[in-house]
């Protein structure tokens, strides 16, 4: 039977005080948004702006005469400092990617359906019958130090995540599906053969297989340009911790940075160069803010634009006047996530061994997923701006997402005899199963530090899990800080036996970079000829038959379903708090701020306050 709200809020409290107890009583307050990991994310479908709508707006264009100038006041809503790595062939989180969104060097633009136009910097032609794409960049485009953008600057990315020395972790399936890309990462070939420069304006790019994905900036295409003339004798190995990348990048957006306080604040000023027109204001000032303080200092005029602003929050700003409330579908999930293997790094490839896995038993993590109450979560915590999710295929994408699939709901009963069933029992009668064979059965689960709430929502997951006899304890002892937490689960940390983590989908729904057999991204280490053969078909040439491809989704949906060794947990709403002295500021996915944050103008000197 469902626990009312209340009922629901009483466990929490008294379960929290063993939570605290076992953790050394630390209730350091955390963001919620670090459960958003920040890869540059998987696929595009046919999703619309339709879907966001719903509950608030999601433009403001408040009244106002324009000040002339100003500097836009942003909050980034976090409990650990950015890592600082500006550069979108090098970052991994989040956080340093909405930093990077103000001084972008997209190439491309996309529309309402999240295809690419031609209204970027760079357009994009498919040769679908001989496998080539041409990417053509505008003349006059310059960086954000005068110098012109050339075709160099789009074929530098390609060999810096190509390169043996390469840090990141976008060298994954999708960029082996390059002619010549895994020669070159291997050392055997000096450049990768299928990238021809035309002209000082145009690419070539030759391509094992094209699908329906390159249109949305998948199949290996890479959607942003690098400064050659900054980096390009930089050592791939040494990249990283630059001060090219660290201090001073070059870039192509509306605003280049122009101071940095490592790990809490960038401030930017406009880009004279920027190929659409000099920016409005005269700079943009983002800050990190801590989750326990966020809510006041909107409420005190502090800020013009918050981001990564948690659901959790939202009572405590939703009768302020001072502000505007835009939200939209967040092309993101959360997912409870099994350890069913390892990364093999010189090989490149998943090793999934299920049977020398704790959690290889798929008995047991079906039961696991209906034994906790994801419904009451959202309720409660996130005031419903939050749902269960039932697929890994966000429902914005609707050509793709599978509304059919029931998804693990919450059933205590049937996740016992799931139990039961495959010989998990209470030898001793402590109230904990031991395993099959008898053996005390401890699971660490590993979850993010995020807002004051976290601690709460975990330890009522943890008391869902031992209501089914589990032994569900925190890996460390408590909530892990968010870079480490990552840092744990790429290593695939023997201590983690479940995560709970989140993707940003991005605009590309293909699963291709975060499940596939190659993909350093793909945390849980589960593949099988079954995955692959669905992941292989939704980008293949087929796929351009749209009937075809929904179908290959549906087989994907469907056998992570089964095998549950990726539980989706919530599908998000994203929540933009917008100060009323800003104008021109949208969140639209027809009509995204990121095109267009030249034009963003302020009506006061100062934000106002409630």
Not at 548 to 571: G, L, S
Not at 581 to 588: A, E, L
């Amino acid at each position: 039977m469902k626990k009312t709200k209340w009922s629901l809020i009483a466990l929490l409290l008294s379960v929290l005080l063993v939570l605290a107890a076992c953790s050394g009583g630390d209730d350091e307050p955390k963001t919620e948004e670090s459960d958003e990991t920040s890869s540059e994310d998987t696929t595009k479908g046919e999703p619309t702006s339709e879907n966001s709508g719903d509950l608030f707006e999601m433009a403001v264009t408040h009244e106002g005469e324009p000040i002339e100038g100003g500097t836009l006041q942003v909050a980034m809503v976090a409990d650990s400092p950015f890592q600082g790595i500006f550069n979108w062939e090098l970052y991994e989180d989040n956080y340093d990617s909405t930093l990077m969104e103000w001084t972008t060097n997209e190439l491309f633009e996309t529309d309402e359906n999240f295809m690419i136009t031609d209204k970027g910097i760079a357009t994009l032609e498919v040769d679908q019958e001989n496998k080539k794409a041409t990417v053509k960049i505008r003349e006059g485009v310059k960086w954000s130090d005068g110098e012109p953008l050339t075709i160099e600057d789009v074929i530098l990315p390609y060999h810096i995540i190509g390169h043996k020395d390469y840090t990141g972790i976008r060298y994954d399936s999708e960029f082996q599906n390059i002619i010549g890309a895994e020669e070159y990462h291997a050392g055997t070939a000096d450049t990768i053969s299928g990238l021809k420069k035309i002209d000082d304006h145009t690419l070539e790019i030759s391509f094992k297989q094209v699908s329906p994905s390159i249109n949305y900036g998948g199949d290996g295409l890479w959607t942003y340009a690098a400064p050659a003339h900054q980096i390009a004798d930089i050592p791939v190995g040494e990249l990283v911790e630059n001060d090219a990348v660290r201090k001073n990048p070059v870039t192509l957006g509306a605003f280049k940075i122009d101071k940095i306080v490592p790990g809490e604040s960038v401030s930017y000023v406009r880009n004279e160069h920027y190929w659409k027109g000099v920016p409005k204001l005269d700079g943009v000032v983002v800050k990190v803010v801590p989750s326990s303080s966020i809510s006041v200092a909107i409420g005190s005029g502090e800020y013009d634009i918050v981001q990564s602003f948690s659901a959790t929050k939202m009572p405590e700003i939703q009768d302020f006047d001072n502000i505007t409330i835009l939200g939209r579908t967040e092309l993101a999930y959360t997912y409870l996530g099994f350890k069913v293997g390892k990364f093999d790094t010189v090989e490149g490839k998943v090793v999934t061994d299920m049977e020398g896995s704790k959690m290889g038993n798929q008995q047991l993590r079906q039961a696991m997923g209906y034994a906790i109450d994801v419904e009451q979560v959202s309720e409660v915590f996130y005031d419903n701006l939050r749902e269960r999710a039932n697929s890994l295929i966000p429902p914005v994408f609707k050509a793709f997402y599978d509304d059919e699939l029931a998804g693990y709901t919450y059933d205590p009963e049937k996740a016992i005899a799931l139990l039961d069933e495959a010989g998990y029992e209470d030898v001793d009668g402590d109230g904990f199963r031991e395993d099959p064979n008898g053996q005390p059965l401890e699971i660490k689960l590993a979850s993010m530090a995020s807002d004051a709430t976290a601690e709460e929502i975990v330890s009522f997951y943890l008391q869902n899990w031992a209501d089914v006899g589990l032994n569900v304890t925190l890996t460390t002892g408590r909530l892990i800080e968010f870079n480490t937490f990552y840092d744990m689960v790429e290593a695939d940390d023997p201590e983690i036996d479940i995560f709970m983590g989140a993707w940003g989908t991005g605009t590309n729904p293909s699963p291709s970079g975060l499940y596939g057999d190659a993909d350093p991204f793909n945390f849980s280490r589960y593949t099988s000829e079954e995955l692959q053969s669905a992941i292989t078909a939704i980008d293949s040439a087929e796929a351009f038959d749209t009937e075809y491809r929904a179908k290959q989704f549906k087989a994907f949906q469907e056998h992570i379903e089964e095998v549950a060794t990726t539980i989706p947990m919530q599908f998000r709403y994203e929540i933009f708090p917008v100060n009323k002295r800003v104008k021109n500021f949208s969140i639209d996915y027809a009509n995204e701020y990121k095109y267009h944050l030249h034009e963003l103008e302020l009506v006061a000197e100062e934000p106002i306050a409630n």
